[in-house]
Structure formats: structure tokens, C-alpha cells
T-cell receptor
């Protein structure tokens, strides 16, 4: 059974800092991995999807990496802003379903 | 990107009543939709997989007679919470997979429905 773990559970940083969120998964036989953002009381916004053949994906200030063999992914956020405050979730597919981590709650202080 | 909507965005009902939540894919046809439940401070838990024209597949521990799913068209799936009780209060989120999309198995999520049962 696939299990997804995210570290840290919560993170508070001052504005402008670069930061890294971690995601690990137990079954490395995945074909992609997704990072999502969730604002309080809202649905999910897809940030990045990395195919298993890729090592990283970039979108603006976000960079996600994937190391299948070690079962790890990181989400790097550069020059963080208060608007980045949200919960960040990673998810991996198991067949047609997605298995989510518990999320990292990020607070960026002005 | 593909857009998924949910209706209503929030609902308050009395204990014992039934509530229907709709999930629509607006600009693509989804043969498969997924229903998730999220309790406060927790992650999403898959409840069931909804397949157009066939019965839904429920996850272990999810009562199929309590959470009725109907996927009658390629753009609409409904979740009906029957005889709702306060413990059913939660945030319900649906997602849909675009079979013609750029990435295989990428799911697009709706904005969620907040259900409060009094």
C-alpha cells in the first residue's frame, strides 16, 4: 500500500526566504507526482506535475524535483511571499487513484 | 487547464435529511471522477471512484448505501449523503480525469463543498 509522508508538517518563515518542502513515498513504482496548493476552506490548485521520466519541473518561483529510486520529491519555493501562505500537498498515483500526504502548512510572515 | 465545478459550495442541513452534491467537468468529458472527504487539519481521503455508466467503486470503510454516487453523463457526477448525521460534516471535494489531457492520470479538482449537519 502506498504511503506518502510530508515533512515538515508546518513551517513559518519570514518573507523573502527560500524554502524546501519534502515529500516521501513508499512505493517507487509511480509514473508521476503532483504538488498541490490548498488555501483554507478551498479546493486544490495543481502547482506542478512531474513525470517519472523527469527529474524536475519549474513554474515561476516553484521548482519540484523527483528522485524515484529514493522515493522522494522536494518543492522549492524561491523568494517566498505572504501570498504563498497555504497548505502544500503532494500526491502520487496508485492505479487510477491518488494518495495524498498530510500536507505542509506554510506561513510566510511579512 | 481543465475546469471542474461543484455545487453547492456550502450547505447546512438538519440531521436525518439527505444532501446532494454535484460535480461537473466544464470543458472536458470525464469518464472517471473521484470523491474525496477532508476533515479539519487532515488530508484528503478518497471515498469512491465514479465511472460513467457503471457503478461506483467505494473505498474500504465507506458505506455505499449512505454515500450514493451517480455518474449519469460524461460531465456530471453526484454524491448524495443520505440520512446525514453531524459526523458526516466535512469538506467534500471531487476531481475529474481528462482522458484526452496532456498528462495521463492528471486529476483536476473542484472547489469543494462544505457540509454542516446540525
Amino acid at each position: 500500500k502506498q504511503e506518502v509522508t510530508q515533512i515538515p508538517a508546518a513551517l513559518s518563515v519570514p518573507e523573502g526566504e527560500n524554502l524546501v518542502l519534502n515529500c516521501s513515498f513508499t512505493d517507487s513504482a509511480i509514473y508521476n507526482l503532483q504538488w498541490f496548493r490548498q488555501d483554507p476552506g478551498k479546493g486544490l490548485t495543481s502547482l506542478l506535475l512531474i513525470q517519472s521520466s523527469q527529474r524536475e519541473q519549474t513554474s515561476g518561483r516553484l521548482n519540484a524535483s523527483l528522485d524515484k529510486s529514493s522515493g522522494r520529491s522536494t518543492l522549492y519555493i524561491a523568494a517566498s511571499q505572504p501570498g504563498d501562505s497555504a497548505t502544500y500537498l503532494c500526491a502520487v498515483p496508485s492505479g487510477s487513484r491518488l494518495t495524498f500526504g498530510e500536507g505542509t502548512q506554510l506561513t510566510v510572515n511579512p | 487547464g481543465a475546469v471542474v465545478s461543484q455545487h453547492p459550495s456550502w450547505v447546512i442541513c438538519k440531521s436525518g435529511t439527505s444532501v446532494k452534491i454535484e460535480c461537473r467537468s466544464l470543458d472536458f468529458q470525464a469518464t472517471t471522477m473521484f470523491w474525496y472527504r477532508q476533515f479539519p487539519k487532515q488530508s484528503l481521503m478518497l471515498m469512491a471512484t465514479s465511472n460513467e455508466g457503471s457503478k461506483a467503486t467505494y473505498e474500504q470503510g465507506v458505506e455505499k448505501d449512505k454515500f450514493l454516487i451517480n455518474h449519469a453523463s460524461l460531465t456530471l457526477s453526484t454524491l448524495t449523503v443520505t440520512s446525514a448525521h453531524p459526523e458526516d460534516s466535512s469538506f467534500y471535494i471531487c476531481s475529474a480525469r481528462d482522458p484526452e489531457g496532456e498528462f495521463y492520470n492528471e486529476q483536476f479538482f473542484g472547489p469543494g463543498t462544505r457540509l454542516t449537519v446540525l
